[in-house]
């Protein structure tokens, strides 16, 4: 990831959404459906994965490649920052 000035400054606006409808309020003005139905979907595929999810079955949920589907697999077993991890067990705690 890069880190600089410009990085910064997005997730210090992130971080000031405070509900439900000002996060879609946002991400609407800040990226295009398309954009915002693709993160979505990583995000449904990681949480699958790490839900011991086989590939057929998620290509079924998600509609998600198994090009997307092997990325995202990458990332949580490779190359992970522990993003993931951190909002799958902030949104358990949440429940």
């Given amino acids: ?4 000035e410009n990085m910064d400054y997005l997730f210090k606006a992130i971080l000031s959404l405070e509900t439900m409808d ?4 946002f991400f609407e003005d800040l990226c295009t459906p398309q954009e ?12 699958l994965l790490t839900s ?8 079924k949920q998600t509609g998600a490649s198994t090009a997307t589907i092997s990325r995202v697999n990458k990332t949580l077993n ?3 920052a522990g993003g993931y991890k951190i909002v ?3 949104i358990k ?3």
Wanted: include cysteine; glycine fraction near 0%.
């Fill in 78 to 80: 490779y190359q992970a």
């Fill in 1 to 4: 990831m890069i880190k600089d």
């Fill in 52 to 59: 011991d999810c086989v590939y057929n079955e998620i290509v």
């Fill in 22 to 25: 000002e996060c879609y309020a």
């Fill in 93 to 95: 705690e949440d429940k």
């Fill in 36 to 47: 915002l139905r693709a993160i979505s979907q990583r995000l449904h595929v990681a949480k």
């Fill in 88 to 90: 799958f067990d902030r």
